[in-house]
């Protein structure tokens, strides 16, 4: 079993910049595929990107494409998400999971964090 936890969202204005972290606690970190959601009020959540156990391969949703890049540490246990040129419609709560497979739905994922909300403003 795996337990995350996310940080580094907050408030920025369009066109700045965020990271945002996700530790891992539990056995075999390196094991998972890792992934980005996000969800906003009233919508699905969403594919945002994901990354292979060794992070090598990356893949991310068009809408961020250019602007996020995922990476991630096994050493330390956490994946991050740089996000540049951010844009209102970016606006949500930013998830990360853990999953054995490689995909972009929700149910490709097992575990979860509670999630870090993030804010462009206009």
């Known amino acids: 079993q795996v337990q995350l936890v996310e940080s580094g969202g907050g408030l920025v204005q369009a066109g700045g910049s965020l990271r945002l972290s996700c530790a891992a606690s539990?056995?075999?970190?390196?094991?998972?595929?890792m992934g980005w959601f996000r969800q906003a009020p009233g919508k699905e959540r969403e594919f945002v990107a994901g990354?292979?156990?060794?992070?090598?391969?990356?893949y991310s949703a068009d809408s961020v494409k250019g602007r996020f890049t995922i990476s991630r540490d096994n050493a330390k246990n956490t994946i991050y998400l740089q996000m540049n040129s951010l844009k209102p419609e970016d606006t949500a709560v930013y998830l990360c999971?853990?999953?054995?497979?490689?995909?972009?739905?929700?149910?490709?994922?097992?575990?979860w964090g509670q999630g870090t909300q993030v804010t462009v403003s206009s």
């Open positions: 990354i292979n156990r060794s992070g090598s391969s990356t």
């Open positions: 999971a853990a999953g054995q497979y490689v995909g972009r739905r929700p149910g490709d994922y097992t575990y």
């Open positions: 539990g056995r075999a970190f390196s094991s998972y595929v």
